[in-house]
């Protein structure tokens, strides 16, 4: 649950005004945003809310990495999004929905800014910057989760997770390593992999150079990797 909270200071309004969500915004209307946000601190494995509970607010992730995910009725999880600094969530609820259709759960200890439901509709309705500004976080959104039904679809668990990594290859050749910016059930997760699935991934990868240990991935051939 979150706790206590203060009006965004400087460095963190300045973070906020380089977030997707709001760096469009302008004049009053980023004035009016910045004002409206509230900054809370939360540990590891903390509830920002749970599914089922009033949609009062959405946030802004300002530090650290916020899991969203659902359960089912025998207690089974599935991960709906890793929410990383910059990134946005549950303002899909600011125009439709009295309650909160997942749950948000800090991975790690967390900054975020929450914005109250009430208040941005309303700015919403009088700025059209505002207006846009949600339209679009919600347009990348759509988009982001087409993106997923068709990776899940037409991809296997070794090719999710090759993508995965080349995309944040730091050389299109040769040798390459990279370090999880988080834990690799969180990986999982956003992969739509279960734990298991994920590791036998990575031990099928061997054969392209691919070596875990701990959250640093080496690649032998960033080239052979592409061919999965």
Known sequence: MLDKSHKANIRERGLLTKTPFLHSLTGNALARMLDSAHV?????RANVFREGEPALAFYCVLAG??????????????????CAPGDVFAECLIF?????????????????ARFDMQDVRELAEQDTQVAKAIMTALSGHLLSTMDCVVNDRLHTAPQRVADYLINRC???TGTASIRLPFQKNLLAGMLGLAPEALSR???SLRRTGVTVRGRVIQIG???????I
């Open 40 to 44: 809370y601190s939360m540990p590891a």
């Open 65 to 82: 990495y916020v899991r969203l995910y659902r359960v089912s009725r025998d207690g089974r999880q599935a991960d709906i999004r890793i």
């Open 170 to 172: 730091p050389t299109a």
């Open 201 to 203: 991934a990575f031990s």
């Open 221 to 227: 051939d960033v080239e052979a990797l592409k061919q």
């Open 96 to 112: 439709g929905g009295e309650k909160y259709r997942f749950s948000a759960q800090a991975a790690e200890n967390v900054s975020l």
